[in-house]
């Protein structure tokens, strides 16, 4: 741990007043020193005295803010920024110097440059207050694809306008934070932990008039799909002089979700015959749907011709049928691993999209899909069937490790078993890391 951590977390108002009083006695010793002629030792006091002034000004000062802002309750934050060191250490050589030589014009200097923080704190607090914030966003936010959102900001002050306003919000991805291990919803309003799975959007706003609106829209894109959840909203601004980075926070609580990546459908159907060599989801038969065309043998069916597509190739091609498929599919998600959840995410991740691109397929086809997940239970058993109901499902889906008894796993537990029997007719397709014998209570109700 570093001195300033150590020093920010015990007693920094101790600590404060110690520098302060060392930073004095330094200097004017340094200041007695320089007036008997020594002065080498008076510019090594000064300049002690000079650092534990800096010490107290960028460590302790800025915790002792905070802490007073804390205890009444005002979300406030404080910065130094590099303009702002150099600005107070030149404050402090120019009171060096005006002390070691007594001069009237340094004094005078001194009282502006210390005003003008004073108006910079004035002025920026004034830019802060009376500010509305509102975002908008898509319905269906798919993971890896770009998004398009709108923030927006009022000036809600009657008279001043706003200067210089810049909009920072935290989205903490809450379902790769519960499978690492910390509970959903830890971190909100609250700062979010260094190594938390964060996503961090901004924007800058130049000039509000008093009264005024400005809207800025975004392209955002979600690396990982997941439930997440704003840990914070910071609204910030180093006007006028850029001296001090100073800000408030926006108590909010809001949450979206963004659903698993969707295959293309190339490889969709590379997946299906490498994975479900049985699925009966489109195959070469005797039913009524049109399976592909292909030129035509002799022997076969002259009933099937195409004739439009014999005229433009110049040559026969005959129609081949698919066979009459399902109508329902129910697909069973296990969310558990005897493994280390963290070392099956990928191997998780692409068993997600896979479901989410089958199962609109599927739908597209006309067909009833259901997806069944071990654990998660996000939304109401009515939304099961419902697209978007089953993509919320799977998108706050996550690894957890499973039981090491299989009769403590709920897809052996008696209430699904009677789910299964009530309401999930149709093909039933098992996706999980576990052998098949791992779930005796499915055996009867699976085709091998």
Known sequence: MSARAIFKVKHPFVWSLVCSGLSLLFIEIGVLLFRQGLRRAGFLFALAGLMFLVLEVVVFLPTLVRNALRSTGIAFLFRITTSGFLYILLILLISIAAVNTGNNLLYILLAFMIAAISVSGVVSRTSLTRLALSVDYQDAIFAGEYTTYRLSLRNAKKWLPTFSIGVEGFLENQTRQAMSGRPEGEAHGKEPPADAPVMRASAYFQYLPAGGRDDQVFQVRFPERGLYQIASIDVVTSFPFGFFRKGRKIPVSGELVVVPALLEKGDLYARLERQFDTLPLLRK?????????????????????????????????????????????????????????????????????????????????????????????????????????????????????????????????????????????????????????YFYRLSPYLDN
């Open 285 to 437: 038969g005797l039913g009524s749907e049109l399976y592909t065309l292909r030129e035509y043998v002799p022997g076969e069916d002259v009933r099937h011709m195409h004739w439009k597509a014999t005229a433009r190739a110049q040559r026969y091609i005959i129609k081949e049928f698919a066979l009459e498929s399902l109508s329902a599919f129910v697909f069973l998600m296990d969310e558990a691993t005897l493994a280390d959840p963290a070392e099956g995410w990928e191997k998780y991740e692409r068993a997600v999209s896979f479901l989410a691109t089958l199962a609109l397929e599927l739908q597209e086809k006309g067909k009833r899909i259901q997806v069944l997940l071990s654990h998660t239970r996000r939304v109401p058993p009515e939304s099961r069937h419902d697209l978007a109901g089953l993509f919320e499902n799977l998108a706050v889906s996550y690894l957890r490790p499973a039981p090491a008894d299989s009769r403590a796993h709920p897809f052996n537990g008696a209430a699904f078993q009677d789910l299964l029997t009530r309401e999930a007719p149709g093909c039933l397709v098992l996706c999980s890391m576990q052998p098949p014998d």
